[in-house]
């Protein structure tokens, strides 16, 4: 283990032989068990487990053995790398030290005549690009010998494999079972009867051909059953393997021995022995379809990653494979290609299609100067660009991990789920024994009737005794109770909307941002940045006393030079504009003498021999300025909706400048829509309440936080989760970081593709605040989904349960039989399967192309006065 | 091989346990069918095998958990 890694950090490893909720609530609490484990979550349709933990404490094989003790385990991967530069035996030991000390490889062996290094390892903790570093790092070249599989191709094999065999199950199971099924019902068959040999319903031929099937197909929840309980888990596999077995149990001992006195050769239930088994196959199946599809959104972003690089060393082009790119390499790109990794372009000009990773529909323009994203494909031109981010650190690489570690998270609600499913398995068992017991000495006596029959079925009980009607009541209901389905009914609709989401520039952090998300009340949106474009410019500049002399005979020009002398070192968007205003007109900006920023007020220099202040009413008043002068031009503007500055000079008010930024486009539009949801619209600014009344006006919010200090943002947030509201923040996700972990829901817009720094729990690559609607839609649809779902694995357990115990058979004399609740639970498996399915059909209600009103309207233009302020 | 060693003495420490409890499932069973009325000997003896075959189903794992539980402790 390499020693040097003291702190927490995060893996997720691959878990084999999970099936169920149940299972996934055994490898957690394997793994949480574990010294220096602080979290885990498994997720069954992933199949992975991510992992917290202080990995001074505890290694990746102490995981893996705490897997493999509860019954599962967490496979390896194999890679040959052609090692160059050996030479000698202790070449080979630093190259096997070198591989082996990186955690997640279980073992290298180096064979010094072949020049090569066979690797065993856990896919996910470690990377062939981390093997090929560490080899270079020892002094050698490693190059990978095949392309062999990558993890998204091994991970894909697998899935495939493990749908190829339920399938094969599927149809083995199916297609005799049919067999069995025209065989036990030939007397009821009709005319249909002279088509089917007689022999097919002698029972010991149907006892023949269910017996491959209990065998065959069905031997997977016998074996897996047996290795759980030996690991002393119990899992839904128990529960067909007992329902199975025992049907066919009695079915062999009363066609061989019909007068033992289990109910003789009318009680055979072959039937129900082989349809249980097909109809659970059945939702195996479609449980593997299932986990198969929902992680398309990750593989369709991995597969935007190109495998090669065309890297340029002097003059000559070389092709290498992608992630051997360096950071300052020098990259061509053709047209057609995509974009092997991060960069400037430094040369060149052409047009990007960025749609796959930013939603954006219109190719982007690059120039020189401008950023190109990995995966991105280049449309028409050829240019040259350096590489800047690459590997882990690429737009890219940040967005898979992003959706992938979602998808990987669990929501509350799901947490419930796996707890009820993990703990319902022995409750299950323990109910089955009371059903037995009691029809054993009371049912049967009280209310037995020969002439009653399975639901759904003309097939009478007949001359079933005490013990095989009591047998079958209690084998009913564990079938009936198993919800096989609720393992996949949470995580697969969260990962089919943590993909849907993505595809339109969303990204939820984890899935409780989901959950967070559909039961959001209140949106509070930063102004400056967020509604606003962020970038305002000058639009008036005022003088103090019209007509009067001026405070040391200050034009509107020196009104200007002055502020944008003062603002020459800030940082502040309104500094900024002031500083390009002045530039614009011409106007000379010098360096202060002295500089302070008084963030919430405005700023203080000294220049020219002069005391300078430039900012707010706030400032204004504490150094005692007397602005009444100015005051009746400075609520005439903010009634506009601008921000004014006031300049005093020495001590004394000079004049004003007022500063406009303009709404961002779809601004109104997203307002609109986001109260047509039901949502509270509330704008948060540091700006004066006038200001922001006015801007608030415009768009349509019903509520102003003005005047907020940046470091009472968070507070401000407070107060209304407080009055008991689910709030989200929407802004900048570096600035705003204390407001947006403050609330319930943190929503980062305009990211870019800079993913990793942001704070929030939901990341908006784009800067546009239509998202910020399609987050809440993606949301609310994902978690309708959830729930219809969990509907669907529950309901039939629900209605099932007490109608396999037998609850109505008193008064309807109707039983279920084994095989039509081996059915049931089927059809709740497709239940999920196609819910989820449904929800690639969403489409947010604002990206349909239909302009609206507001749209067309277009956002307000400021206007450009100078002119003299009234009064002095 | 400590490992391997550890378990087959925590399965061996569990099946004690179950085990007894599983058959005296079955035997209070076949106890109670037998006094409580007239069942047929395979009825009696059937019902007593499925209580004490699902008996076990719902110990074992228990047990085992927490004979393993136990005996992590200790280490």
Known sequence: ?872 | MEGEVLDRGIARRAARIYLPLATAAALLFLIAASLGGEYPAVARIGGAVWVGTLSLIVSMPVVTARVKARARRRE
Not at chain 1, 165 to 182: C, H, P, S, Y
Not at chain 1, 662 to 687: C, N, P
């Open chain 1, 1 to 872: 283990m390499n020693a040097s890694r003291l702190t927490d950090s995060t893996i997720s490893l691959p878990v084999q032989g999970m099936t169920c909720a149940s299972c996934v609530s055994h490898v957690e609490g394997a793994l949480s068990e574990l010294p220096g484990v602080s979290q885990v979550v498994v997720n069954l349709a992933t199949g992975k487990a991510t992992i917290e933990r202080d990995s001074s404490r505890v290694t990746i094989e102490d995981m893996r053995q705490a897997v493999a003790d509860v019954g599962y385990s967490v496979p390896t991967a194999e890679i040959t790398l052609d090692v160059r530069g050996m030479t000698c035996a202790s070449c080979v030991a630093h190259v096997e030290g070198a591989l082996t000390d990186l955690e997640g490889v279980t073992a290298a062996v180096v064979n010094l005549g072949l020049g090569t290094a066979r690797v065993t390892y856990v896919p996910g903790p470690v990377a062939v690009s981390q093997m090929k570093r560490a080899v270079r790092e020892a002094g050698y070249e490693a190059l990978e010998r095949s392309q062999g599989l990558d993890a998204l191709d091994r991970e894909r094999q697998a899935r495939e494999e493990e749908i190829r065999r339920q399938g094969r199950n599927l149809v083995i199971a199916g297609a005799v079972g049919l067999l069995v099924m025209i065989g036990t019902f030939y007397d009821m068959l009709g005319p249909l009867r002279s088509w089917i040999p007689e022999w097919l319903s002698y029972k010991w031929v149907i006892g023949l051909l269910t017996t491959p099937i209990v065998l065959g197909p069905g031997r997977q929840f016998f074996a897996n059953s047996w290795r759980g309980l030996r690991h002393g888990v119990t899992d839904m596999n128990l529960l067909y393997a007992t329902g199975i077995g025992a049907a066919y149990g009695i079915a062999v001992i009363n066609t061989l021995f019909p007068q033992a006195g289990f109910g003789g050769e009318g009680a055979t239930f072959f039937e129900s022995a082989a349809l249980l088994t097909a109809f659970i196959v059945l939702g195996r199946w479609l449980e593997a379809l299932t986990r198969g599809r929902t992680s398309e959104a990750i593989r369709k972003l991995m597969k935007l990653q190109p495998k090669l690089a065309r890297v340029l060393r002097g003059t000559a082009e070389e092709e290498i494979p992608a992630d051997e790119v360096q950071v300052g390499d020098l990259l061509l790109l053709r047209p057609g290609e995509s974009v092997a990794v991060d960069g400037l372009v430094e040369e060149g000009y052409s047009a990007v299609d960025e749609s796959m990773l930013t939603g954006e529909s219109l190719p982007v323009e690059k120039k020189a100067g401008d950023p190109v994203i990995g995966g991105t494909l280049n449309k028409t031109g050829a240019f040259k660009f350096r590489a800047t981010r690459v590997g882990k650190e690429t737009a890219l690489a940040q967005i898979i991990k992003l959706v992938e570690d979602a998808q990987a998270s669990k929501a509350p609600i799901q947490k419930l789920a796996d707890w009820v499913a993990g703990h319902f398995i022995l409750g299950v068992h323990i109910l089955a024994v009371v059903v037995f017991v009691f029809w054993f000495f009371f049912g049967y006596r009280l209310y037995f009737d020969p002439a009653s029959s399975f639901i759904l079925s003309p097939y009478r009980l007949g001359e079933i005794g005490v013990f095989g009607f009591s047998l079958l009541l209690s084998v009913t209901v564990l079938v009936i109770s198993c919800p096989c389905a609720v393992g996949l009914a949470t995580p697969s609709a969260m990962m089919a909307g943590t993909g849907k989401a993505a595809e339109y520039g969303v990204l939820f952090k984890a899935a409780q941002a989901i959950e967070n998300t559909s039961k959001l009340q209140t949106l509070i949106f930063d102004k400056t940045g967020t509604l606003t474009r962020g970038e305002p410019s000058v639009t008036d500049v005022l003088m103090a006393g019209a007509g009067e002399a001026e405070p040391g005979g200050l034009t509107a020009q020196d009104i200007l030079r002055l502020a944008a002398s003062a603002e020459k070192n800030s940082e502040h968007p309104l500094g900024e504009a002031i500083v390009r205003g002045a530039r614009e007109r011409g106007v000379e900006v010098s360096d202060p003498v002295r500089f302070e920023s008084i963030p919430g007020h405005g700023v203080e220099a000294a220049l020219q021999g002069h005391a300078v202040l430039l900012g707010n009413r706030r400032l204004m008043g504490q150094r005692a300025v007397d602005i009444g002068g100015l005051v009746e031009q400075a609520e005439r503007l903010e009634g506009e909706g601008k921000t004014v500055m006031f300049l005093a000079v020495d001590g004394r008010p000079a004049g004003l400048i007022a500063v406009a930024d303009t709404l961002k486009e779809h601004s109104r539009e997203a307002i609109q829509q986001l109260h047509r949801l039901g949502l509270e619209v509330a704008m948060i600014t540091g700006d004066n309440a006038r200001t922001a009344q006015a801007i608030a006006r415009q768009v349509g919010i019903d509520r102003v936080l003005a005047e907020v200090l940046p470091q009472d943002k968070a507070e401000e947030i407070k107060k209304l989760q407080a009055l008991g509201k689910r709030v989200a923040m929407v802004g900048d996700g570096v600035n705003d970081a204390p407001a947006l972990a403050q609330s319930d829901v943190g929503m980062a817009i305009g990211s870019g593709t800079d993913v990793a720094k942001e704070t929030g729990d939901v990341i908006l690559i784009k800067d546009d605040l239509r998202d910020v609607v399609v987050a809440l839609e993606a949301a609310k649809a994902t978690m309708r989904k959830v729930k219809q779902n969990l509907f669907w694995a529950f309901f039939y357990n629900i209605l099932g349960i007490p109608i396999g115990a037998g609850l109505l058979y008193p008064v309807l004399r109707l039983v279920v039989s084994p095989e039509l609740a081996g059915a049931m639970m089927a059809v709740s498996s497709v239940s999920v399967t196609l819910n989820t399915l449904l929800l690639r059909r969403f489409r947010p209600s604002l990206r349909s192309g239909r302009q609206t009103q507001a749209e067309a309207q277009g956002p307000e233009q400021p206007r450009w006065v100078t002119e003299p302020a009234a009064g002095g």
